[in-house]
């Protein structure tokens, strides 16, 4: 198979179909959820805690089997059901209707699978094993999560604004990307990875500074 193409999908909105209510369709619906999406479910059974969200309205939930016409106005399809027929029906009708795809039980049947995702703020560090141990992808993320902290989100907001600075104001492309290069240098993340954000903060003000002077 070809290499994976990744992509950072913006779900704000959107409706996102999931079809089967067990745990691993909860999963899948929070971080749908997390990213905005109109989230639909249909299962002739759901977990509590996704009827729990059904009861709050942050889903819509249509008891009963999956057919085709759940596909009609959806984005992003689902295929979670724990019946490998079920599955490959989602993934046929939706291959037919190009829709982006995700079918739990056999990655090579939908067109996309989801990765293990580190957040820090607006940082994003997904992990994939291509299916072959989501296990090891869990793993990964939890080791990135040990070195990736907390301040690198807070670090990324203030670098985000410097650099719509450092564009607005410095016009010598060289110049400009030697600023830039400067805010992320190696000592800059190894102050991040030991939480001095205070002290990065500092550098970063002065890296700016200089640069323009
Ligand atoms: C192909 C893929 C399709 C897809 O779902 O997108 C898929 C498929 C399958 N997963 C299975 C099992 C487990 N999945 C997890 C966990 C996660 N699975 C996720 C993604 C993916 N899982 C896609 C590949 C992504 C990749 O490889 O990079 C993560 C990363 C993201 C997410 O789902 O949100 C999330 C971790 C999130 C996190 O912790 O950050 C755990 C561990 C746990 O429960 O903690 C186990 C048990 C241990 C084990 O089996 O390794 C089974 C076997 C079922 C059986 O036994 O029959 C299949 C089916 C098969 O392999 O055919
Ligand atoms: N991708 C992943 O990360 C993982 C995938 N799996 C696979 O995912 C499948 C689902 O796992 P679980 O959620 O634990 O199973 P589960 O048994 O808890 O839930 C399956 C759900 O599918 C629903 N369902 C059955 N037929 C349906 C139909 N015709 N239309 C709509 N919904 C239907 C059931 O009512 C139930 O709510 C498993 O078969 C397993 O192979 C399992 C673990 C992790």
């Given at each position: 198979?070809?290499?994976?193409?990744?992509?950072?999908?913006?779900?704000?909105?959107?409706?996102?179909?999931?079809?089967?209510?067990?745990?691993?369709?909860?999963?899948?619906?929070?971080?749908?959820?997390?990213?905005?999406?109109?989230?639909?479910?249909?299962?002739?059974?759901?977990?509590?805690?996704?009827?729990?969200?059904?009861?709050?309205?942050?889903?819509?939930?249509?008891?009963?089997?999956?057919?085709?016409?759940?596909?009609?106005?959806?984005?992003?399809?689902?295929?979670?059901?724990?019946?490998?027929?079920?599955?490959?029906?989602?993934?046929?009708?939706?291959?037919?209707?190009?829709?982006?795809?995700?079918?739990?039980?056999?990655?090579?049947?939908?067109?996309?699978?989801?990765?293990?995702?580190?957040?820090?703020?607006?940082?994003?560090?997904?992990?994939?094993?291509?299916?072959?141990?989501?296990?090891?992808?869990?793993?990964?993320?939890?080791?990135?999560?040990?070195?990736?902290?907390?301040?690198?989100?807070?670090?990324l907001e203030l670098l985000g604004d410097l650099r719509q600075e450092v564009?607005?104001?410095?016009?010598?492309?060289?110049?400009?990307?030697?600023?830039?290069?400067?805010?992320?240098?190696?000592?800059?993340?190894?102050?991040?990875?030991?939480?001095?954000?205070?002290?990065?903060?500092?550098?970063?003000?002065?890296?700016?500074?200089?640069?323009?002077?």
């Open positions: 198979m070809s290499r994976r193409y990744f992509i950072s999908l913006n779900l704000t909105g959107k409706t996102c179909l999931v079809v089967g209510g067990g745990q691993v369709a909860e999963r899948k619906v929070h971080s749908l959820l997390e990213c905005g999406a109109h989230v639909v479910v249909v299962s002739p059974s759901i977990t509590p805690g996704l009827a729990k969200l059904a009861e709050e309205d942050k889903l819509v939930y249509r008891q009963g089997y999956y057919r085709v016409s759940d596909l009609a106005g959806v984005f992003l399809v689902i295929g979670a059901a724990n019946r490998e027929e079920v599955n490959r029906q989602v993934a046929d009708d939706c291959a037919v209707r190009n829709l982006i795809v995700n079918i739990v039980d056999d990655q090579a049947k939908g067109n996309f699978f989801v990765p293990a995702v580190v957040r820090r703020g607006d940082l994003s560090i997904a992990v994939s094993t291509d299916g072959k141990s989501p296990m090891l992808a869990r793993k990964i993320r939890e080791d990135l999560e040990k070195t990736y902290g907390a301040p690198f989100g807070e670090f564009i607005r104001n410095v016009a010598d492309r060289d110049l400009k990307r030697a600023i830039l290069e400067n805010m992320v240098d190696s000592e800059v993340l190894s102050l991040l990875k030991e939480g001095c954000i205070e002290r990065v903060k500092e550098r970063l003000r002065s890296a700016y500074r200089s640069g323009r002077s």
